[in-house]
């Protein structure tokens, strides 16, 4: 069964940009979720998603934003790019969400410049 | 927020030592589970000890869980080289729905050879 696969690996953008991070989660999941890490702040929640629906959102600005389609692929976007946007974005997913593991792809590095 | 509190931060130990984690948690969880991550790569899923279990064994790991205490322990036992990597407990609260994990700060173990 093929992992969680992101992309793209690898992303530079400049200030006031923005992005769209795709996610492809393990075959049968329907969960898929995401997060931020920092140096400085470390693995922050972003959001999660569910049957095409925002199921949990974490405690970021409006320029950070998702979506779910019909076959659970997920994006994200941020919009007006800031210098502390730069991090690893990762996705994982999960068969429901609640109470099961949590599956990582290798994660999509942004620097924004 | 960073719910968890791991300790210690960094961790060095030679080959075939034991290596032990410790995390703190401040709310009632459905279950709490370890990661690994390799050098700002994707994370890899553990383990996963649900709130009503005490202790899980997968190989070399040993993970406890002390709800009343909200503590947590990973045990690696007869390290390795290649267990070198910054671990993470992550918890899925029981007050929230679906999925969203809360992450310690990580520590950071290092094996020599």
């Known amino acids: 069964k093929a992992g969680v696969t992101q992309t793209p690996r690898y992303l530079i953008k400049t200030r006031g940009q923005q992005v769209t991070l795709s996610c492809s989660p393990i075959?049968?999941?329907?969960?898929v979720s995401w997060y931020q890490q920092t140096p400085g702040q470390g693995l922050q929640f972003l959001f999660e998603?569910?049957?095409?629906?925002?199921?949990n959102k974490g405690n970021f600005p409006g320029r950070f934003s998702g979506r779910q389609f019909s076959n659970s692929r997920s994006e994200m976007n941020v919009s007006t790019l800031e210098l502390g946007d730069s991090a690893l974005y990762l996705c994982a997913s999960s068969w429901s969400g609640g109470e099961g593991e949590q599956f990582f792809g290798p994660g999509t590095r942004l620097t924004v410049l | 927020s960073q719910q968890g509190e791991e300790d210690p931060q960094a961790l060095s130990i030679q080959e075939g030592e034991n290596a032990t984690m410790n995390c703190s948690y401040k709310?009632?969880?459905?279950?709490l589970q370890w990661y690994r991550q390799n050098s700002g790569r994707g994370l890899v899923h553990l383990i996963l000890i649900r709130s009503n279990e005490r202790e899980k064994h997968s190989g070399r790991l040993r993970v406890t869980l002390d709800t009343s205490k909200k503590s947590s322990s990973l045990l690696i036992t007869a390290s390795r080289a290649a267990d070198t990597a910054s671990y993470f407990c992550?918890?899925?609260?029981?007050?929230?729905?679906?999925?969203?994990?809360?992450f310690g700060e990580g520590t950071q173990l290092t094996v020599n050879p």
């Open positions: 709310t009632s969880i459905n279950n």
């Open positions: 075959s049968g999941h329907r969960s």
């Open positions: 992550a918890t899925d609260e029981r007050e929230t729905s679906g999925s969203r994990l809360t």
């Open positions: 998603y569910f049957s095409e629906t925002q199921r």
